[in-house]
T-cell receptor, first 111, second 116 residues
Framework: TQLLEQSPQFLSIQEGENLTVYCNSS?????LQWYRQEPGEGPVLLVT???GGEVKKLKRLTFQFGDARKDSSLHITAAQPGDTGLYLC???????????WGAGTKLIIKP | GAGVSQTPSNKVTEKGKYVELRCDPI?????LYWYRQSLGQGPEFLIY????????DSGLPNDRFFAVRPEGSVSTLKIQRTERGDSAVYLC??????????????FGSGTRLTVV
């Protein structure tokens, strides 16, 4: 059983559409990080959220941490082909340095 | 260096051979992590170094896997008697934290290991 459940696993949409990716758990996390990974590269950190209810914006990307710090979402507005990639969420539990990873959402934006 | 550097970027080896994978972290980063990633999956934790010592090696799958970081900078992941199931992308990450770093890690581009 995956401790962090990401959904959907795969999403293919047209350029200009909006989308939301979810990362859910029954566990509480000290922080939750979102990474984007392109083929042949390592994950690149997009954002870290640490406070329950926190919302962070990165251009067209909006990240939200649930009030109970058990879940998070990534919303992309007016998706662009350059947004294509594997989006991974990862959480840190209390003082444990180990990141707990979701399985990822493979996103394809068609021109 | 400016980023985390991993070499080689690709390694093809025969079953039963020994391989070494190298990671050069960001200068000054005391924490170094090795992960393994299979296609379509999130990274899987292998080992964490704080300075020269392995603070946690609980993710190493078996005793064929070993990692060192003798001077607290560069790390080498060593795999003996490689098996086809070892084929994966091996990722290295570093951070300036001292464990429990909640602010994120910088990853290298990985070494794609293929055991034939």
């Amino acid at each position: 059983t995956q401790l962090l459940e990401q959904s959907p696993q795969f999403l293919s949409i047209q350029e200009g559409e909006n989308l939301t990716v979810y990362c859910n758990s029954s566990s509480v996390f000290s922080s939750l990080q979102w990474y984007r990974q392109e083929p042949g590269e390592g994950p690149v950190l997009l954002v870290t959220v640490v406070t329950g209810g926190e919302v962070k914006k990165l251009k067209r990307l909006t990240f939200q941490f649930g009030d109970a710090r058990k879940d998070s979402s990534l919303h992309i507005t007016a998706a662009q082909p350059g947004d294509t990639g594997l989006y991974l969420c990862a959480g840190v539990r209390d003082s444990n340095y180990q990141l707990i990873w979701g399985a990822g959402t493979k996103l394809i934006i068609k021109p | 260096g400016a980023g985390v550097s991993q070499t080689p970027s690709n390694k093809v080896t025969e079953k039963g051979k020994y391989v070494e994978l190298r990671c050069d972290p960001i200068s000054g980063h005391t924490a170094l992590y090795w992960y393994r990633q299979s296609l379509g999956q999130g990274p899987e934790f292998l080992i964490y170094f704080q300075g020269t010592g392995a603070a946690d090696d609980s993710g190493l799958p078996n005793d064929r896997f070993f990692a060192v970081r003798p001077e607290g900078s560069v790390s080498t992941l060593k795999i003996q008697r490689t098996e086809r199931g070892d084929s994966a992308v091996y990722l290295c990450a570093s951070s300036s934290g001292t464990g429990g770093d909640i602010y994120g890690y910088t990853f290298g581009s990985g070494t794609r290991l293929t055991v034939v």
